[in-house]
Each structure stands twice: as C-alpha cells, then as structure tokens.
Nanobody, 126 residues
C-alpha cells in the first residue's frame, strides 16, 4: 500500500519561503515520477511542478517558474517543493502525487498519477 505524507505547509507573508516535503512508502520510490499540484477554493487542481523518476527532467507551471524548485532524494523516498518569493495567489492546498507508470517522466495531467497525499495548506498573506 503506497502512502504519501506531506509536511511543511503553513502561513507565510508575501515574499517569504516555504519548503514542502512528501515522504513516500510502499513501493520503490526511485522508479516513479512525482508531481506537486495545488487547488485553491473554487478552482481546478493544477500541476505546479513535476519530476521524472531519475530527477533528470522537471516541469514548472508558468505561474511558478523561477520561484519554485522541485527536487527528490531517492535515498529518503522524499520529494520536495521549495517555494520562494511567495505571492497571495499561491494560497492553496498543495498535494504531492506519484505516477502510475514505472520508469516514467512527469505529466501535468492528474489522471497520470495513481497515488495522492492528503494535502497541506499553504496560506500567503499580503
């Protein structure tokens, strides 16, 4: 049984930073792509970042490019999202997700991901 446990959310002022972490268990973490999504009230879930199983390929939404960095530590079965220069519009529940395809690269599509974390709230005040 795969489990994804997120941590690191919270309340921060605009311009501040947070680092989210997502620890996975249940299968070989190093062979699956990971993604970070967010969902704000009344909006669809969107992919903000993705990383291939090896870490060699990454994706960022235009809205976070240059401010967010996704990384993974396969030895710790953990994926991270470093968020800098946060803006009020970054406020959302953030979810990590693990792909369904062995040895794959990232995808922006939620259906590509088989397992999801419980979500962690990020609130950026102005």
């Amino acid at each position: 049984q795969v489990q994804l446990v997120e941590s690191g959310g919270g309340l921060v002022q605009a311009g501040g930073s947070l680092r989210l972490a997502c620890e996975a268990s249940g299968r070989t973490f190093s062979m699956y792509a990971m993604g970070w999504f967010r969902q704000a009230p009344g909006k669809e879930r969107e992919c903000v970042a993705g990383i291939s199983y090896s870490g060699g390929s990454t994706y960022y939404a235009d809205s976070v490019k240059g401010r967010f960095t996704i990384s993974r530590d396969n030895a710790k079965s953990t994926v991270y999202l470093q968020m800098n220069s946060l803006k009020p519009e970054d406020t959302a529940v953030y979810y990590c997700a693990q792909s369904s395809r062995y040895g794959s690269t990232w995808s922006r599509t939620p259906n590509f991901y088989e397992y999801w974390g419980q979500g962690t709230q990020v609130t950026v005040s102005s």
